[in-house]
């Protein structure tokens, strides 16, 4: 079945770009998304990609997508504490249904 | 809109014990997810109904999972009985089929400890 896989941790200092990758195994996955999940609280969606696009930008996030190495990542600018959460990768199956596979999610800790 | 809501948010049970969560999706969407987070395996697709007929139930544990959709604004998961590998935090998510990017909305999750 459909993999999709994520390191489990990430440490940034305040100010610097983070970027979380993520693989997947699926070729003919039709969206790609990033969710984001504070302490406490259910996965939000943060952003996602077309997979006939190959970058999307969105204020201080860029999402790079890379079909022939099945790669996704996220790229968070200047980051700041509020965004110390998880982010979970997910992609949705092809097939007509709103399927979507999670990562097992990064843990990004934004230190002073 | 209320969003996702589940209940309870919390639940703490003995071993052996008969666990309901509750799920009232958003109003409209016709798909209704559950899915399983722990830390060792990370966010699991349990189970997912369309239109509130199961599609897909192979992410089910086992027999002593079971789960309902009686009609478009209620979903039931059931664990009977419980043991203590079961202590997660469950999350009910919904969709819109029509919708363009196929956007899952969570629940704030139920936090379940069988102990």
């Known amino acids: 079945g459909e993999d999709v896989e994520q390191s489990l941790f990430l440490s940034v200092r305040e100010g610097d770009s983070s970027v979380i990758n993520c693989t997947y195994t699926d070729s003919s996955s039709t969206y790609l998304y990033w969710y984001k999940q504070e302490p406490g609280a259910g996965l939000q969606l943060l952003t996602y990609?077309?997979?006939?696009?190959d970058m999307k930008q969105d204020q201080r996030l860029t999402v790079l997508l890379n079909k022939k190495d099945k790669h996704l990542s996220l790229r968070i600018a200047d980051t700041q504490t509020g965004d110390s959460a998880i982010y979970f990768c997910?992609?949705?199956?092809?097939?007509?249904?709103?399927?979507?596979?999670f990562g097992a999610g990064t843990r990004l800790a934004v230190h002073p | 809109d209320a969003g996702v809501i589940q209940s309870p948010r919390h639940e703490v049970t003995e071993m052996g014990q008969e666990v309901t969560l509750r799920c009232k999706p958003i109003?409209?969407?016709?798909?209704l997810f559950w899915y399983r987070q722990t830390m060792m395996r990370g966010l699991e697709l349990l189970i997912y109904f369309n239109n509130n007929v199961p599609i897909d139930d192979s992410g089910m544990p086992e027999d002593r999972f079971s789960a309902k959709m009686p009609n478009a604004s209620f979903s039931t998961l059931k664990i009977q009985p419980s043991e203590p590998r079961d202590s997660a935090v469950y999350f009910c998510?919904?969709?819109?089929?029509?919708?363009?990017?196929?956007?899952?909305?969570f629940g704030e999750g139920s936090r379940l400890t069988v102990l």
């Open positions: 109003s409209g969407h016709d798909y």
């Open positions: 998510a919904s969709s819109f089929e029509r919708g363009f990017t196929g956007e899952l909305f």
């Open positions: 997910a992609v949705r199956l092809s097939g007509g249904y709103n399927k979507l596979i």
């Open positions: 990609i077309f997979s006939n696009m």
